[in-house]
Nanobody
Framework: VQLQASGGGLVQPGDSLRLSCTAS????????VSWFRQSPGQERAFVAG????????SYADSVKGRFTISRDALKSAVYLQMNSLKPEDTAVYLC??????????????????WGQGTLVTVSS
């Protein structure tokens, strides 16, 4: 399964972006889908995750209240709505699909499939 992440760009602090994650071959509905981000010289960090039925999404503390993860079963897509963006949100954002338990959504090693990433730059 190949995942495609899109929607990144250059925005100013306080702006919003919506990232999309789609699958090229199979539906995403069978998987937990999460967003991670990675900045140069830093480890990949969990951002948000959502289960197959969109129950109880999970968020990193740094994005709670600003980011919302959702999924569209018909389009087999998962979205990350990012509001009130800050310079520290600047990173390559990657989507991943797998079947970790909720308490392990942040464990990148548990995901089977990864997208190529989309760059988000927040700068004035």
């Amino acid at each position: 399964v190949q995942l495609q992440a899109s929607g990144g760009g250059l925005v100013q602090p306080g702006d919003s972006l919506r990232l999309s994650c789609t699958a090229s071959e199979r539906t995403l509905s069978d998987y937990i889908v999460s967003w991670f981000r990675q900045s140069p010289g830093q480890e990949r960090a969990f951002v948000a995750g959502i289960n197959q039925r969109s129950f109880s999404p999970s968020y990193a503390d740094s994005v709670k209240g600003r980011f919302t993860i959702s999924r569209d079963a018909l389009k087999s897509a998962v979205y990350l709505q990012m509001n009130s963006l800050k310079p520290e949100d600047t990173a390559v954002y990657l989507c991943a699909a797998g079947r970790p338990i909720r308490s392990a959504y942040d464990q990148a090693r548990l995901y089977y499939y990864w997208g190529q990433g989309t760059l988000v730059t927040v700068s004035s």
